[in-house]
């Protein structure tokens, strides 16, 4: 099963949006609305912002919105402050015979 | 409040075995899936292994299938990863983590290194 395609790297200013794709097949992003968000700080677990596509955890700011065209997915981050630089990222379930896979990471700078 | 505590990692050889642990605490451990993911130094998050909250249900990354098993133990609230045959590419921060009903990690432990080198 191959990663979930995301950019490598986004930046953006402080106040700015910016947006992550996740890009799959129809075996898993395309066919199901199992995605999920995560967000990474150096040294630390990764931490869940998003999942079912478009749902936010209780506590994950709102600042924070997921949603899905096809087979691709996206995060977008509006009004970026310093804590969100971070690594992000994307899951999906998979209907192959390993049920689940990660996108391969994208670094968030705030610039 | 929910806690994943992994243990067991460190230094091995090519070739040889480690038995990773993770206790669970703060939630019904009997109710939810449970999962491995593991993430080599300077690289992304790669998902190992997969157990149903009965067991009844095993998956495993092509990566580590037929070397690693995975198990858990209700009762001890506690969460199994036994490693066999390790290469130097297994070398990583292996997680626990708990599975939400649409595969969403929703809690994650503080991970576990494990350097298979000689």
């Known amino acids: 099963q191959s990663a979930l395609t995301q950019p490598a790297s986004v930046s953006g200013s402080p106040g700015q949006s910016i947006t992550i794709s996740c890009t799959g097949t129809?075996?898993?992003?395309?066919?199901?609305?199992?995605v999920s968000w995560y967000q990474q700080h150096p040294g630390k677990a990764p931490k869940l912002m998003i999942y079912?596509?478009?749902n936010r955890p209780s506590g994950v700011s709102n600042r924070f919105s997921g949603s899905k065209s096809g087979n691709t997915a996206s995060l977008t981050i509006s009004g970026l402050q310093a804590e969100d630089e971070a690594d992000y990222y994307c899951?999906?379930?998979?209907?192959?015979?390993?049920?689940?896979?990660f996108g391969g990471g994208t670094k968030l700078t705030v610039l | 409040e929910v806690q994943l505590v992994e243990s067991g990692g460190g230094l091995v050889k090519p070739g040889g075995s480690l038995r990773l642990s993770c206790a669970a605490s703060?939630?019904?451990?009997?109710?939810?899936?449970m999962n491995w993911v593991r993430q080599a130094p300077g690289k992304g998050l790669e998902w190992v292994s997969s157990?149903?909250?009965?067991?009844?249900?095993?998956y495993y990354a092509d990566s580590v299938k037929g070397r690693f098993t995975i198990s858990r133990d209700n009762a001890k609230n506690s969460l199994y990863l036994q490693m066999n045959s390790l290469r130097a590419e297994d070398t990583a921060v292996y997680y626990c983590?708990?599975?939400?009903?649409?595969?969403?990690?929703?809690?994650w432990g503080q991970g576990t290194l494990v350097t298979v080198s000689s």
């Open positions: 983590a708990r599975v939400g009903r649409n595969w969403q990690f929703d809690y």
């Open positions: 703060g939630f019904t451990f009997s109710s939810y899936s």
């Open positions: 157990i149903s909250s009965s067991s009844s249900y095993i």
């Open positions: 129809s075996s898993d992003v395309g066919g199901y609305n199992y």
């Open positions: 079912d596509v478009s």
């Open positions: 899951s999906s379930y998979t209907s192959s015979s390993t049920p689940l896979v």
